[in-house]
Structure formats: C-alpha cells, structure tokens
C-alpha cells in the first residue's frame, strides 16, 4: 500500500515568491493534515480536513497561506507571497477519520521549503 | 507555557541500558497520548499510545501516565543503536488538536 506522497521533497525560493505543495493522502484516509515543522521542534498543526472540510485551520497564516483539498484526496498548500521565516519542512499526514481515539497518522516525507 | 513540554536532550543511553524520557502537558482535558519516533531527516511514526493512568507495555515500549500529575513517560529497554532518534510526545487535547512536544532526542552507544 502506497503511503503519503509530497512533492516537491525541496524547494528553494527567494522571498516575496509563491510556492505550492501537494499531498496524495493514502487511498481511503478521509483526514488530511498540513503540518509545519521547524528544526528542533515538534509538528505544529495548519489545517485539518475531513473529507473536502476544513474542519481546523485556526493555525494557518491566511495572509499568505491557502489551502485545498478538492474532492477530498489530494491536497494542495500555497505561500503567496514566501517570507524569509516560512523555512521549514511541511508535512502532509492521513487518517483514517478514527484518529481522534487512534492518534496514529501516517505522515508523508515532507518538502522542506528554503527561502532567500 | 508551552503546551507539552519535553527534555530536548541529547539522551545518551549505553546499548542495552534503558531509556527513560519523559512529557508533561498543560492541559487537563487531554484524554489520550501517544509517543511518536522520528529519526534524522524522515517524518513521524507511531510508536506507542496510551489512555489510561498506569502503565503499557508493547515490546521493549513501557508507556506511563499519570493524569493527576500531567505526565506521560516512555522507556525503552535494551535500548539498541536503532533506537537512537527523536521522540515525540503528543496529547490530544481538550479541542481535539493532536499537539507535539518538541521532541527528546536519543543517541544510543554501542
């Protein structure tokens, strides 16, 4: 079974660029997370989805941050425009919608973002 | 006041000593906790949850809580050099938000 798959794994921008990130939750996971992490630190939630729903996303910047899940699989996440403090990795991760008792999401190997 | 709050380490833990990191959480509502290993570079992975004060055990994973307290423990015996990572202590809490610690990390000396 295919797990979370993220693209791009890297990507290196200059500031004031726009960037994307796309997630493919594994086949049948109807929750879907976007989080952030900083060297050092723990995961820190962006939005949570169930289904197409974003049932969570009080931790997004949406200045700059946008977010979709159409249909309810794939995701997408944009910076427009990056700043210089959006370096980190971001983590797509899927559940099962049981998660809530379970806690166990399956995290994609993440695409680390560098801005110049 | 951070949310949870863990030791950020290093560990250092000779090969098969034991392994002993711990969690506090500020959060009384928190019901269910759960321990996720993340090793250099890749993401997070669960290894252990736990819901009841008390002890659970699940190989070389001893899991404790102790919800009066506010703390949550992990030991890992026989630690082994694959043991050596980032451990990352996560409640649920009282809004259903799965919050990380920052993570212990782990070196295990062969």
């Known amino acids: 079974e295919a797990g979370v798959v993220q693209s791009p794994r890297y990507k290196i921008i200059e500031k004031k660029q726009p960037v994307a990130f796309w997630c493919n939750p594994i086949?049948?996971?109807?929750?879907l997370y976007w989080y952030l992490q900083n060297l050092g630190q723990g995961p820190e939630l962006l939005i949570r989805?169930?289904?197409?729903?974003?049932?969570?996303d009080s931790q997004l910047p949406k200045d700059r941050f946008s977010a979709e899940r159409l249909k309810g699989v794939d995701s997408t996440l944009k910076i427009q425009p990056a700043e210089l403090g959006d370096s980190a990795v971001y983590l797509c991760?899927?559940?099962?919608?049981?998660?809530?008792?379970?806690?166990?999401?399956?995290f994609g190997e993440g695409s680390r973002l560098t801005v110049l | 006041q951070k949310e949870v709050e863990q030791n950020s380490g290093p560990l250092s833990v000779p090969e098969g000593a034991i392994a002993s990191l711990n969690c506090t959480y500020s959060?009384?509502?928190?019901?269910?906790f759960f321990w996720y290993r993340q090793y250099s570079g890749k993401s997070p992975e669960l290894i252990m949850s736990?819901?009841?004060?008390g002890d659970k055990e699940d190989g070389r994973f001893t899991a404790q809580l102790n919800k009066a307290s506010q703390y949550v423990s992990l030991l890992i015996r026989d630690s082994q050099p694959s043991d050596s990572a980032t451990y990352l202590c996560?409640?649920?809490?009282?809004?259903?938000?799965?919050?990380f610690g920052a993570g212990t990390q782990v070196v295990v000396t062969p």
């Open positions: 991760a899927s559940g099962t919608g049981t998660d809530t008792n379970t806690g166990e999401l399956f």
């Open positions: 086949s049948g996971h109807n929750t």
């Open positions: 989805y169930e289904n197409e729903e974003a049932v969570d």
């Open positions: 959060d009384r509502g928190s019901q269910s």
């Open positions: 736990i819901y009841s004060n």
């Open positions: 996560a409640p649920y809490d009282s809004w259903g938000k799965l919050q």
